[in-house]
């Protein structure tokens, strides 16, 4: 939850930092531009805030026909399609101190319910609960769309040890388990490190390695990590 806090901190101190023709700029995520990305982030933010609003958000998505998470994320962006870049970011100034809160607030016995349906990941789906949606996807998700966004504007993406370092540990060490081979892997970078004794010899910018398991690269060892 520290990780969690500083996060929204950085992303919303990224929004600050856009110019004005930024928020038009497309990204990596095919169909989005910046604006869209953080409206995405915006939505879940007031997710994680808000119960009624979480539960709101996913009835309207399982009512939809397509994959949860895309309907998900789709009914975010485009119930704030009207929103100017300076409602957002104002917005997302007041609701992400309350959803680092929220989250970490949850009990135990919410955090151990499975969410609903699947999610697909290296071709096989796999059964997620809330406190791993709650504890990770919703830190990884913010930092990549972080990095994402300071690919496409030029802005500076500001990656530290204490922060960004051991989040890609933990990607690190989940994408280790999940594809259970034996490696030797030197990330650089602010946020790099050493892992594993053994096996192939892998060298990759700490950054560009998350990229590459989150699927917009090819990922090493043929196995994603989802974010």
Known sequence: ?????????????LLEGLAPEDWATPTGCPGWDVRAMAAHLLGMAEMSASMR????QVKLAQ??????????????????????????????A??????????????WFVRG?????????NGRDEAWTLGF??????TRDPWMHRVDISRATGAPLVLTADHDGVLVDDVVREWAARHGRPFTLRLTGPAGGTWGEG???????????????????????D?????
């Open 1 to 13: 939850m520290r990780l969690a806090k500083t996060e929204y901190e950085r992303f919303l101190a």
């Open 53 to 56: 609003e979480s539960m709101r």
């Open 63 to 92: 009512s939809r026909d397509g994959v949860f998470i895309d309907e998900l994320t789709a009914l975010q962006v485009g119930e704030r399609a009207t929103m100017t870049p300076a409602q957002i970011v104002a917005r997302y």
């Open 94 to 107: 007041e609701v992400s101190p309350r959803a680092a809160k929220a989250r970490r607030r949850t009990p």
């Open 113 to 121: 319910r499975k969410m609903p349906g699947t999610q697909s990941v």
């Open 133 to 138: 949606l709650s504890d990770v996807i919703m």
């Open 199 to 221: 096996g192939p010899e892998l060298e990759f910018d700490a950054v560009e390695f998350c990229r590459a398991l989150s699927g917009r690269g090819t990922a090493p060892l």
């Open 223 to 227: 196995t994603e990590v989802p974010f």
